[in-house]
């Protein structure tokens, strides 16, 4: 080590002596150095060493830095670093030299005890031939078992210090290790292990089956239902804070086919109520086959069915919310032995096992499909929905369907598989968690020849209609017969090929898909473009000046609502002070001082939280459009719709209380309103609430010639009370925006198809705001300012004939439903560029407020 030279004016001997006592300093210099005592003879020279209390304080400074340094380590050592944490495991293990008794179900028996204890002891052997385990194991406890010969399910707890948990994660995870450390040292001969499996639990659930307040089980009985409720159900809500599990049991060799009956708790989100089910006895996510919360329609299918003969159930709430809760059901059902098949003929049916129920875990299915030799086979797919949380459809990693080497998953609009031989196989595989409804398909011969005769093939091998190829719709669904086209003298050219109708340029929806039926149409850059198609600069938006001349520029501004100048597009609060922000009312947050813009908020709430998927058509689900009324008259049923606006007012349309020859439809005597209704075949249910009519008022501007002004309000007799299926929609304030190309939804019991009979289940449909310059050009000049096209263009989706008077909803932010329009008339039903007609009803808002105050 090199030595550095003293500083300058420092004499080697002085250092020397004022580190007198120093270790280092004798170091320094050798042990064998003598100490050199300060000559005390000369009191200057002391004195004068001025370097010697610098170096003092210097040595100090550095004892107490190390001194601080060592003290903080050790408490980082002892308090941080070996900080135990505690790690829950659920597992369970196969024994295989054991027979199944009876008495294993029930936990308190002597049987139990004895069997649990020897379990018990040879999961502790395993864990202490581990290094990683052994000595962090704190209890384990056997929770239950079940036949296979006998399966046994735990769980562990461990306090492990932080830096060791990570160790200890691996060595929970790692079967084979579990395994071998058992094959290896196992001195307990009695119980032929194998299969030990282990997953991280989550503390509280493990607490439910330590603390027995709310753990059942139950077992199917031959040949019956059993039912089971949440605590308290439907009297009074479930407990907060609770942690509920359900072991539900069937004979060996048997399935459990579960069902929630009801199903209400709180809305789907993180840190609410959630109740979740397990095809086997330990709450593991790898064997878990559902989440649910929220609330579902009594006619949502949720039947969920197991591999095994176990299944649990578990119920996990927060410190909030007072909800009813479940009731389930279930009942044992045969293992299935196989599945799928050989089917032949020309044309048959086949969907997965117990569809429309959740197809069970742990499944594999193969149909072998021949038709005649002569002919080629093509499989239709027409609902299909194989969807696993969090898998992505490209990988299909988890559940699939697999036809010709592809494989399929997720939710899939109705797809068809085609083969060029005689011959096709569908394989069906449903991993060991998350279930979902499956599919439903058929399978077709066609001639190799000519599959699609007189039609047109789109590459998928779908059949379409000659006149829809190159017409600017998507009928295949990958576009192949919008490909290759000459566009006609009436098409747009997109920059990407497309042909487009000439009249969808510049409608402010983009067609073309890269926007250029549309860029010709906009402002110059830097500009914005007002509702009225002016161009201003894009500076003057939220200026608090009206630059466009009809506010638009000053309606939709960042930030708290402020107040500007009114205009035709501007919410004007109850003190006439005009706010800066698009459709404020109802929208959760107060923008006019005077907080009018959140009053009479209590509309447009549906009460399911689920937007159910729709299976096998466009039925509604109960509860799901409760201001839906259907409007009666003596004798002849079904006539109009409604909408309910208030717990006495409906608004409908004005052309459904006109006279003809032999009927006064304008006389309110004639009519019933059912309210809460959801089968007209079943106009009794106790949930629905009838009211005749106390008041027509029908708009006096109304034309029976062109259906302009087609409103009308009717009082009814005597109030509603709201309750789940009865309650009413918002009224949207006269500057309301519903912009083109917007979504919304009609309902109703009318004709399902052009001249044909109405429908006995609320019907729904999803439409889609059209521009108004472009139908009026579809409609021949017909629209009128209180009208509103909404439809879809391509045809098929439509109100018609009974649908009239019935209300055409809006979704907006806060997820309340707006009445955007009544239905009012159209040419045909669901025809091709011939969309819906509806009464806009922000042009009549102020009419409905001034004859029924609503
Ligand atoms: N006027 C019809 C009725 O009385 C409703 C027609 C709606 N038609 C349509 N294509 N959207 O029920």
């Not at 509309?603 to 799901?624: A, M, N």
Request: hydrophobic share 30%; net charge neutral.
């Amino acid at each position: 080590m090199a030595r550095r030279p003293p500083p300058p004016g420092w004499s080697l001997p002085d250092s020397r002596a004022s580190l007198k006592y120093s270790r280092a300093a004798q170091e320094m210099n050798g042990l064998e150095e003598g100490v050199e005592f300060l000559p005390t003879m000369n009191p200057k020279t002391v004195e004068k060493r001025g370097p010697k209390r610098w170096v003092v304080v210097t040595v100090v400074l550095i004892a107490i830095f190390l001194f601080s340094l060592l003290v903080g380590l050790l408490v980082w050592h002892f308090k941080y670093r070996n900080v135990p944490v505690q790690k829950v495991y659920n597992g369970h293990l196969r024994i295989l030299n054991w027979n199944f008794l009876d008495a294993y179900e029930d936990s308190s028996s002597s049987q139990f005890a004895m069997l649990s204890k020897k379990v018990k002891s040879t999961v502790e052997e395993i864990y202490r031939s581990n290094e990683n385990i052994g000595p962090y194991h704190k209890e384990t406890e056997i929770t239950a078992f079940s036949e296979g010969s006998v399966i046994a399910y735990y769980w562990s707890e461990f306090m492990v210090p932080k830096h060791k948990a990570e160790a200890l994660d691996r060595a929970m995870a790692n079967k084979q290790s579990l395994m071998q450390m058992l094959t290896l040292k196992s001195r307990n001969p009695a119980l032929k292990v194998e299969s030990v499996v282990a997953f991280p639990a989550d503390p509280s659930i493990v607490q439910a089956s330590r603390n027995n307040s709310c753990s059942f089980s139950l077992h199917a009985k031959e040949g019956e239902i059993t039912s089971f409720t949440t605590p308290g159900f439907p009297n009074s809500p479930y407990p907060n804070n609770a942690r509920c599990q359900w072991v539900l049991r069937a004979d060996a060799d048997s399935i459990i086919s579960l069902t929630f009956k009801t199903f209400d708790v709180e809305p789907c989100s993180e840190g609410n109520d959630y109740i979740k089910v397990y095809n086997s006895l330990s709450p593991v996510e790898p064997h878990a086959l559902v989440t649910l919360c929220g609330s579902y329609p009594p006619s949502y299918n949720l039947t969920f069915l197991s591999s095994k003969n176990v299944m649990l159930v578990t119920l996990v709430t927060n410190a909030e919310g007072r909800r009813p809760g479940f009731r389930a059901e279930f009942f044992q059902l045969p293992k299935i032995k196989s599945c799928g098949g050989t089917l032949k003929g020309t044309t048959g049916t086949f969907t997965t096992p117990f569809y429309p129920a959740h197809y069970p875990p742990n499944l594999d299915c193969t149909w072998d499909i021949e038709v005649p030799s002569n002919k080629n086979v093509k499989v239709r797919f027409n609902l299909f929905y194989v969807l696993e949380p969090g898998v992505p459809i490209a990988t299909c990693t988890k559940d699939y369907v697999e036809v010709s080497n592809t494989k399929y998953c997720g939710e899939r609009p109705r797809f068809v598989v085609a083969s060029n031989t005689n011959r096709i196989t569908v394989q069906f595989h449903s991993d060991q968690s998350y279930t979902d409804t499956g599919f439903s398909a058929e399978f077709l011969s066609y001639d190799s020849s000519d599959p699609c005769p007189g039609r047109f093939t789109c590459k998928t091998g779908r059949c379409i209609d000659k006149a829809l190829r190159c017409d600017g719709w998507m009928d295949c669904s990958d576009a192949s017969d919008e490909r290759s086209c000459n566009c006609t003298k009436e098409q747009f050219r997109c920059s990407n090929g497309w042909c487009k109708s000439l009249m969808w340029v510049c409608d402010g929806v983009n067609d073309c898909g890269d926007n250029s039926d549309e860029e010709q149409c906009k402002c110059p850059d830097k500009n914005l473009k007002c509702r009225n198609g002016k161009c201003i600069p894009e500076d003057q938006k939220c200026n608090g000046k009206d630059d466009c001349g009809d506010g638009s520029d000053e309606n939709d501004c960042v930030g708290a609502a402020k107040a500007v100048s009114c205009s035709e597009y501007t919410y004007k609060c109850r003190s006439n002070v005009c706010v800066s922000k698009k459709n404020p009312e109802c929208d959760g947050t107060p923008d006019c001082a005077d907080n009018s813009d959140e009053e009479n908020c209590d509309c447009g709430i549906r009460s399911y939280s689920k937007q159910s998927r729709i299976v096998g058509g466009l039925d509604s689900e109960v509860g799901e459009w409760p201001w839906q009324v259907s409007l009666h008259v003596e004798g002849q049923g079904h006539i109009c719709g409604a909408s309910l606006v208030s717990n006495k007012w409906l608004v409908s349309a004005a052309h459904c209380f006109q006279d003809e020859m032999r009927i006064r439809y304008s006389d309110s005597k004639l009519w019933t309103a059912f309210l809460g209704l959801h089968d007209q075949s079943q106009r009794t249910h106790e949930n629905i609430q009838k009211r005749k009519i106390e008041r027509i008022i029908t708009h006096p501007n109304f034309n029976d010639f062109t259906y302009d002004y087609d409103i009308a309000v009717l009082e009814l007799q005597s109030p509603v009370t709201f309750s789940k299926v009865v309650r009413p929609i918002c009224l949207p304030d006269p500057t309301h925006d519903f912009p083109s190309g917007k979504d919304l939804w009609v309902t109703g019991w009318g004709a399902t198809s052009e001249g044909g009979s109405g429908a006995t289940i609320l019907q729904k449909a999803e439409i889609r705001i059209i521009n108004q310059t472009q139908c009026n050009s579809l409609l021949a000049n017909q629209m009128t300012p209180r009208m509103m096209c909404v439809g879809i263009l391509t045809g098929g989706i439509d109100a018609c004939q009974g649908d009239s008077g019935g209300p055409l909803a809006s979704v907006e932010t806060s997820s309340r439903m707006f009445l955007a329009g009544v239905v009012s008339w159209g040419d045909g039903c669901a025809r091709r560029n011939k969309p819906g007609v509806y009464t806009r009803v922000t042009h009549l808002r102020d009419w409905i407020k001034q004859h029924s105050g609503v």
